[in-house]
């Protein structure tokens, strides 16, 4: 059974510019989470997808968005990038729902982003 | 507001020592706590998943524990090799069906030949 996916693995933007990034959950998972990794302020969630719907969302400015669509794939997209937006972005995927089992999230390699 | 901390920060040991990795919460209602490592530059691999109602999980060398009522989860790593070098990370998640994860901030490890 394939992993968590994400695209692309690395990338570098320079500020102002915008950012979309590729999260593909384990087939047959609903939920997509995404979160960002930083060196000061460690693993911070940004948002949850589960059916197409944002079902929870962190404390990240409007800046952050993103989407999921029916075949449970999901993208973020960063606009107006700021140099403290460098970071890992990781994703997770789950079944979202049920026992406390089925909630384990699994998680895809990141996406590097570097803003200059 | 749900925090989580792990103690140390760091770990250094020798080959074939049995250690203990901390981690406690301030909040008692929680749904499950995850066990992760991260290998540097990597993703998050799931190590041990423990329901609120367990009290211990073990897969091979590993064996979490969960006491709620003290909001604390160890990880138990028995007879440890060069290659359980990692960074360890608990995590919480509070609520079923909101995928919020409340991490700590790790325990990177080492493991010396």
């Known amino acids: 059974k394939a992993g968590v996916t994400q695209t692309p693995r690395y990338l570098i933007k320079t500020r102002g510019q915008q950012v979309t990034l590729s999260c593909s959950p384990i087939s047959g998972h609903r939920s997509v989470s995404w979160y960002q990794q930083t060196p000061g302020q460690g693993l911070q969630f940004l948002f949850e997808y589960f059916s197409e719907t944002q079902r929870n969302k962190g404390n990240f400015p409007g800046r952050f968005s993103g989407r999921q669509f029916s075949n449970s794939r999901s993208e973020m997209n960063v606009s107006t990038l700021e140099l403290g937006d460098s970071a890992l972005y990781l994703c997770?995927?789950?079944?979202?729902?049920?026992?406390?089992?089925?909630?384990?999230?699994?998680f895809g390699p990141g996406t590097r982003l570097t803003v200059l | 507001k749900q925090e989580v901390t792990q103690i140390p920060a760091a770990l250094s040991v020798p080959e074939g020592e049995n250690l203990v990795l901390n981690c406690s919460f301030t909040?008692?209602?929680?749904?499950?706590l995850q066990w992760f490592r991260q290998d540097p530059g990597k993703g998050l691999t799931s190590l041990l998943l423990i329901q609120s109602s367990q009290r211990e999980q073990t897969s091979g060398r590993l064996n979490a524990s969960l006491d709620k009522s003290s909001g604390r989860s160890t990880l138990y790593i028995a007879a440890s090799q060069p290659g359980d070098s990692a960074t360890y990370l608990c995590a919480v998640l509070r609520i079923q069906g909101a995928q919020k994860l409340v991490f700590g901030q790790g325990t990177r490890l080492t493991i010396n030949p």
């Open positions: 997770a995927s789950s079944l979202g729902a049920g026992t406390s089992v089925m909630n384990e999230q699994f």
């Open positions: 909040d008692s209602a929680i749904y499950n």
